[in-house]
């Protein structure tokens, strides 16, 4: 079964501090993976797009990995803000449903 | 571009009622989509359309219609109201088809909160 899994499912850092939030999948074969922000009572937000080619993307303080061959892919977020807190969702695209499959969330709080 | 709107923000339902929640956009997207969002869940799809005209059951259907009749609007229509959907519903639109497989960006709206009593 295809399935996106997060973790950790909550992390609390410090103003300032970097952390890294990690997705692993099962969906075979994939087009590609997304990383979403989704604040409080929002919609989620896209942060970035990867094909199965790529590495690394970044945007801002946001850079995401991706292990084509592992399965799996992280998002690392650089000197963390308070603005940063939101629920951090990893979203892989099925090549052969055309369907996209979504990871239950990590939910990141930034204290000051 | 107002983007991705959505109407209600809140509703409260007793069971059994019958209501459409409303999604809109205007980036002349022609896939939209309905998710549910429940908590420790991943979002899931609900219906979906490729087109004015098309659509199309996702991974959880049961209880839910919709209709495109235009690119711009895409409503979902609760039956008979339950308690299992009491949810957070988000309407999502991109420029890719399901059959792209492209790399567009999907586009979020800001939800309904849905409570059935």
């Known amino acids: 079964k295809n399935q996106v899994e997060q973790s950790p499912q909550s992390l609390i850092i410090l103003e300032g501090k970097n952390c890294t939030l990690q997705?692993?999948?099962?969906?075979?074969?994939?087009?590609?993976l997304r990383w979403y922000k989704q604040d409080t009572g929002r919609g989620p937000v896209s942060l970035t797009i990867?094909?199965?080619?790529?590495n690394t993307k970044s945007n801002g303080r946001y850079t995401a990995t991706l292990d084509a061959d592992t399965k799996q892919s992280s998002l690392h977020i650089t000197a963390s803000q308070l603005s940063d807190s939101a629920s951090y969702i990893c979203?892989?695209?099925?090549?052969?449903?055309?369907?996209?499959?979504f990871g239950q969330g990590t939910t990141l709080q930034v204290k000051p | 571009n107002a983007g991705v709107t959505q109407t209600p923000k809140f509703q409260v339902l007793k069971t059994g009622q019958s209501m459409t929640l409303q999604c809109a956009q205007d980036?002349?997207?022609?896939?939209m989509s309905w998710y549910r969002q429940d908590p420790g869940m991943g979002l899931r799809l609900i219906h979906y359309?490729?087109?004015?005209?098309?659509?199309d059951q996702g991974e959880v259907p049961n209880g839910y219609n919709v209709s495109r009749s235009t690119t711009e609007d895409f409503p979902l229509r609760l039956l008979s109201a339950a308690p299992s959907q009491t949810s957070v519903y988000f309407c999502?639109?991109?420029?890719?088809?399901?059959?792209?497989?492209?790399?567009?960006?999907?586009?979020f709206g800001p939800g309904t909160r849905l409570t059935v009593t």
């Open positions: 999502a639109s991109s420029y890719e088809s399901r059959t792209s497989g492209g790399s567009y960006e999907q586009y």
């Open positions: 997705c692993n999948y099962t969906v075979s074969p994939f087009s590609n």
């Open positions: 990867m094909t199965f080619s790529e």
């Open positions: 979203v892989v695209l099925s090549s052969n449903t055309g369907k996209l499959i």
């Open positions: 980036m002349n997207h022609e896939y």
């Open positions: 359309s490729v087109g004015a005209g098309i659509t």
